[in-house]
């Protein structure tokens, strides 16, 4: 029998890398797409080692417009049968809005939500019309927030996919493609880094929970059909805290979370 396909992007590195590996051990097939593409090299030989995965790689910058065609068509030039869609790629920025590169903002508005919204959008026909596929977006703690002063951007992108995830999942229920979204909390990536959110009170003070837990918590939600998954008990709780009182004492406490200190 033939394997199933997971599409994964972003793999080259943190959770997507070890959602990779979750896909393997259990027989999945694999494209993964990263724009560093000596990671994901390294990666295919690893899974090809350890349980004969088939890994097909896609080099390619998806921050930028029509990225998510341009993927789907090389997605669709190995394979049209993708079984599940991971949109996991995604970046943030630690910037007040007024000073923050514009060129920065729009590469995370077309990484995180239009590439992500684009591939679902040419993945889902086959899914559909097969009754059967799964899809699992990233999106983040930060979704739940009524927003994020000093990361401002990043968290409307989150709210977005969140919002997205829990629409889409509505319009497929009865069907048999199911929608999963993965919030995670503080994990220990490069992504505290290349947000240079290292000197924010959130990731000084939290303990970053690590990407293998996280990875595994949204692949096993996403094999059981869960709608949201918010790894983590102080996470869980963090996800309901903005219901419980007023919007402006969520977004101060954001806001002294968010600053940086040197
Ligand atoms: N770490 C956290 O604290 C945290 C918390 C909540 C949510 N998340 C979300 O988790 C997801 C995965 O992030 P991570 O924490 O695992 O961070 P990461 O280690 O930095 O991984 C990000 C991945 O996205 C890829 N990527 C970034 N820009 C890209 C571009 N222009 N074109 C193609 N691929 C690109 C990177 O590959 P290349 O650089 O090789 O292109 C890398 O594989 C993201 O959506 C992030 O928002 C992270």
Known sequence: MKNKTAVITGASSGI?????RLFAADGYDLIV???RVELLQKLSDELMKAYGTSVRIIQMDIAQPYAGEALWKAISDITPDIEVLVNNAGVGDSSDF??????????????NISTLTALTRHALPQMV????????NVAS?????????GMAVYYATKSYVLSFSRSLRSELSGSGVSVTVLCPGATATEFEQTASAQNTLLFKWSKPMDAKTVALAGYRGMQRGCG??????????????PKLGPAAIALAVNKALLARRS
């Not at 019309?129 to 699992?136: A, E, F, M, P, Y």
């Not at 703690?141 to 002063?149: K, N, R, T």
């Open 16 to 20: 997507g890398m070890e959602l990779a």
């Open 33 to 35: 797409t990263a724009r």
């Open 98 to 111: 007024a000073t923050e590169s514009p060129e920065v903002i729009e590469r995370m508005i077309h990484l």
């Open 129 to 136: 019309k097969r009754d059967s596929g799964k899809i699992l």
């Open 141 to 149: 703690l930060a979704g739940y927030q009524p927003g994020g002063p």
């Open 228 to 241: 949201e998954v918010v790894p983590g008990l102080l996470n869980k709780f963090l996800a309901v805290s």
